[in-house]
């Protein structure tokens, strides 16, 4: 049997959120990628910087909007280890993101696949494409991991 | 014939609103009280700072939630003068606002009232007391002098 393996992105995207749960945050990471490179990454930091809006997704799009000094990211590709929040999905329709593939679903808090649906909207005014399920087994490993240690 | 006057902080959201135009960005206002007092505040700051996610509302919550020190803003009210959209509303969840009023409806864009209507999903964690149509005319004045003017 052959097992497809995980995207660069992804895998690096993982290895954050095995940092954030380091550093005592929800384990999700998440990498935005233009050409190849990555241009911008980041983990859950809404505790370490006491911001609510600081999660894995928006960390992540702020900083490659800032390094690449633009406002969209059209021609980029996002990877982020968990079904994004309606919160992040809505980030993800301003940036104009080409492509989102995520890792685990996330029926309790997702957006996409679940609850709010942004991308489903009729006034969505941008859609990128889906792909789930890419490092899905590791993502879902570190937060149950994560909050079995905290019970 | 008696009108209820308009709260403070939605006249200072409304005026900051105003600010927003003035520098190009879409106009839409946000403040954030606690105890009378205003904590945090802000307007679109998309263009200006290549930040996709900067919506009033982000900026407001960000700031507030700095200047406290704390990640959630159980205690707060958010005044904004247009109903927010699918990421502001997730971002509004997940700080814990008590309250929330706006003043214009936005029936393309905004995710509580219309599309998204993250508060209405049974997923959501978090949902603020709604007020909306403070301040409408007003907002709705601004947003289309300005559209009109970029035509």
Not at 52 to 67: F, N, Q, S
Not at 133 to 148: K, W
């Amino acid at each position: 049997m052959t097992r497809w393996p995980t995207p660069l992105p992804m895998l690096r995207a993982l290895e954050l959120a095995g940092e954030a749960a380091a550093v005592g945050e929800v384990p999700v990471g998440a990498v935005v990628v233009k050409g190849g490179e990555i241009v911008g990454e980041g983990h859950n930091l809404t505790r370490t910087t006491n911001d609510p809006t600081a999660h894995a997704e928006i960390v992540a799009i702020r900083r490659a909007a800032e390094a690449l000094g633009q406002e969209r990211l059209e021609d980029c590709a996002l990877f982020v280890t968990l079904e994004p929040c309606a919160m992040c999905a809505g980030a993800i329709a301003h940036a104009r993101l080409a492509t989102l593939t995520y890792g685990a679903n996330d029926p309790k808090g997702g957006g996409v696949e679940h609850g709010a649906r942004v991308f489903a909207q009729a006034q969505c005014h941008h859609r990128p494409e889906v792909v789930s399920g890419v490092g899905e087994a590791e993502a879902a490993e570190l937060l149950r991991g994560f909050f079995a240690g905290r019970r």
